[in-house]
């Protein structure tokens, strides 16, 4: 089995829980894993010299043009290799995927485990071939003619083995775990909308298994469940049980719903240490037309109190999505549903543009909505009725400028004294990213130190209200000050910086007299003298710690 992956920080549950499924039974598999930065002939080097009888490839979104590529090119070289395909980016279009793509012999539909099982089974006895009329959840070519079997109903989710006992495959990487299958939604954009037979795995065994993962002290675990929270007890029996066994080192991620957490559930988070889960919240947007119209059943006030509650807690880092191109979401209407997300200051704020996925609900409804989107993977919308291409390309310039200037967590002082410079924080977004647009600062990597170089040089080019910059100037420079030594001891001071040698030998007396170590900083602004010691940082934000002193 062979995986491409987008990073290397990141594994291919997939494949790991088929290997798993068929050990069991007595069949042995081998995994390749690969990312999609890795040169492509040293990828078909490796497949090519592994000579497999039978080759398959887990399909996404992400790496179906690099599996496609792949695939055709060793068939050439291996043209009695079996090769089959697995995934949701082939599962809903399995007899249109195969005619356009005849180095491939079949595709798996849907969960593979048995189904892979059943396959390699097949061949490993050299079945003539109508064997595989036999096997559920099937499309293949045979006698050149495609062939589909009925779908394979669900596994019971005990069924499936743990397929982490062994865990020196994943040093500095990621690991996914799922606890259920299914989405009881049905988000008109959503591939998971399309499997309703909601399943979960049973809580003892669960536990047992996170309790393995925080025994080795894996820094990270993601749950892949769709909505994790959808059955709250059982979500608030798994949070209990990682606050109970908790060893300060592992942390948790969640993809939840938050207008379905009640008060038990926000109690235990407060209770929680810093770092133990993080939470990935999709609000998608705040208009009530749209919400409606892609089937999505949210109630955005109560998102809102709720993720205001667990930010007082300032103990879980939250990360809010909303995305762009959704019917009856225009210009006008995203910049509001943007506004109102980033006033509930998540920890990160993710702008996504719509993905028509193939199966999808989506996918039917694009012509009503005049949504044209491209035909290669990601397929991702170009325009709608209510959205232009010009105006989507201003929203990328404010997703680009939301990763560097928001999400990164390094402008946490200064952002605040700029919005206050715009009617909005999504206009102070959009005319940044204008701005690195018409300077050509888009095309070209940045340090950060050079990003707060173009900051004040965006902020002093007209752009902000004058009035308001002009008596503004000097605070903003402390808050940059502030960002960039909250974040490392700088060895060079940006010529913005306010010069600090008046004060040097106070503050060399003030760190010896206290007996602190040469790598804190003291820094003297108008107002106060912040001590900023990196011995210690802030588990979500990664800031280190400064306190006020008195020199």
Not at 500 to 523: F, M, N, S
Request: charged share 25%; aromatic share 12%.
């Amino acid at each position: 089995m062979a995986a491409v992956n987008a990073k290397y920080i990141h594994s291919n549950l997939a494949v790991y829980s088929l290997k798993a499924f068929a050990a069991q039974a007595g069949c042995t598999a081998e995994i390749r894993e690969y990312t999609i930065n890795q040169p492509f002939d040293d990828i078909l080097k490796d497949l090519y010299q592994s000579r497999p009888g039978l080759l398959c490839f887990s399909c996404y979104i992400w790496n179906k043009t690099w599996i496609d590529d792949l695939a055709r090119e060793i068939h050439k070289l291996l043209p009695e290799t079996q090769i089959w395909v697995g995934g949701p980016e082939v599962t809903y279009c399995a007899r249109e995927y195969l005619k356009n793509h005849p180095a491939i012999n079949g595709v798996m539909r849907g969960e593979g485990e048995a189904s892979f099982l059943a396959l390699a089974r097949h061949f490993k006895e050299e079945d003539p071939g109508e064997g595989l009329a036999a096997i559920p959840g099937l499309t293949f070519f045979q006698d050149g003619i495609i062939r589909e079997t009925p779908d394979r109903e669900p596994l019971c989710m005990d069924s499936l083995p743990f397929p982490y006992a062994d865990l020196r495959d994943f040093e500095n990487r990621i690991i996914y775990y799922e606890s259920s299958r299914g989405c009881p939604f049905s988000c008109s954009y959503c591939l998971s909308s399309l499997d309703r037979k909601l399943r979960f795995r049973n809580l003892p065994l669960v536990k047992k298994e996170l309790q393995f993962f925080i025994d080795r002290k894996v820094p990270q675990v993601k749950f892949v469940d769709r909505t994790f929270n959808c059955d709250r007890e059982r979500a608030l029996e798994i949070w209990r049980f990682l606050v109970e066994q908790d060893q300060g080192v592992t942390n948790f991620h969640f993809e939840i719903g938050a207008d379905l957490l009640g008060p038990e559930e926000l109690a235990c988070m407060k209770s929680m240490r810093p770092g133990l889960i993080q939470l990935e919240i999709g609000v998608q947007s705040a208009n009530p037309d749209t919400i409606l119209e892609i089937r999505r059943k949210t109630d955005f006030e109560k998102i809102k109190r709720n993720v205001a509650q667990i930010q007082q807690g300032q103990n879980i880092h939250q990360h809010l999505d909303l995305i762009a191109g959704l019917p009856h979401e225009g210009y006008a209407s995203f910049a509001q549903s943007f506004n109102q997300v980033y006033a509930m200051r998540p920890q990160q704020l993710q702008l996504g543009f719509l993905k028509v996925l193939k199966g999808s609900r989506m996918e039917r409804m694009a012509p009503e909505y005049g949504c044209v989107y491209m035909d290669r993977e990601p397929y991702e919308v170009l325009k709608t009725n209510w959205l232009s291409y010009e105006e989507l390309l201003a929203l990328k310039q404010v997703e680009a400028m939301v990763e560097i200037y928001y999400n990164s967590g390094q402008f946490s002082h200064t952002l605040p004294l700029l919005e206050n410079l715009f009617p909005s924080p999504f206009e102070f977004y959009q005319k940044l990213g204008a701005f690195y647009e018409e300077k050509g600062y888009s095309q070209i990597s940045h340090s950060r130190l050079r990003r707060y170089d173009i900051l004040l040089e965006f902020l002093e080019s007209g752009f902000a209200r004058a009035d308001a910059f002009a008596t503004l100037l000097e605070s903003v420079k402390e808050a940059m000050t502030v960002d960039l030594y909250c974040r490392e001891n700088l060895k060079s001071r940006p010529a913005w910086m306010k010069p600090q040698e008046p004060w040097q030998k106070a503050v060399r007396d003030y760190i010896r007299q206290e007996g602190l170590p040469k790598t804190v900083h003291i820094e003297i602004l108008a107002q106060e003298t912040l001590l900023f010691d990196y011995r210690r940082r802030d588990p979500l934000t990664n800031n280190v710690e400064a306190k006020q002193i008195t020199l």
